[in-house]
């Protein structure tokens, strides 16, 4: 019995992998670079102008993550995280802001999202595309985060500290400042660690 190309080609491919005719390259398909710590192996959209970027280009550095909203009393906190990413950025921390609708206080479109930040509060770290932070819709990024942590965004600026070696450290709530003495000391420690 002769088995038509098609099924062949099918059969022939590894378990689970599509026939080698749909693996078509592109950002699915794209390598894998080994030296980037799983964590950082995600492309988030920017939120000034949408363009993809790796979080793999902060490899090495100690990052915050903050998930963010425009209309939230922890809004103003956006002024302290400018302030410690201005101060700290030149020793290796990177503040990364991710706007978030999830506790319904960021209903605004990226570009609203990115006026708001960079002329109330001249926001000059990071920004991601809103993306929802918690629960099954959580972005890859943020689910990790709450698996390494034990713990999800509670609500706004919920913030998570990851060493320079990509893996998480810390986690605060959103009643944690910026300059709070606890979030320092640890973030001090690992901009000390090589």
Known sequence: MKIPAV???????????????????????ATVDAACP???????????????????????????????????GFTPQYEGLEKLHARYKDRGLVVLGFPSNDFAQEAGSNKEIADFCENTFGVKFPMFGKTAVRGS????????????????????FHKYLIGRDGKAVASYTSLTKPDDATLLKTLEQQLAAR
């Open 137 to 156: 819709d959580a972005n890859p990024l943020f689910r990790q985060l709450a698996e390494q942590t034990g713990r999800a965004p509670l609500w706004n």
């Open 7 to 29: 099924l062949a080609l099918f059969l022939a491919a590894p378990l689970g992998a599509p026939p080698a005719a749909a693996q078509a390259p592109g950002p699915a398909a």
């Open 38 to 72: 799983a964590l950082l192996r995600h492309t988030f959209p920017r939120l000034q102008d949408e363009k993809p970027q790796s979080l793999c280009q902060y490899r090495g550095k100690v990052l915050l993550v903050v998930n963010t909203a425009s209309f939230c």
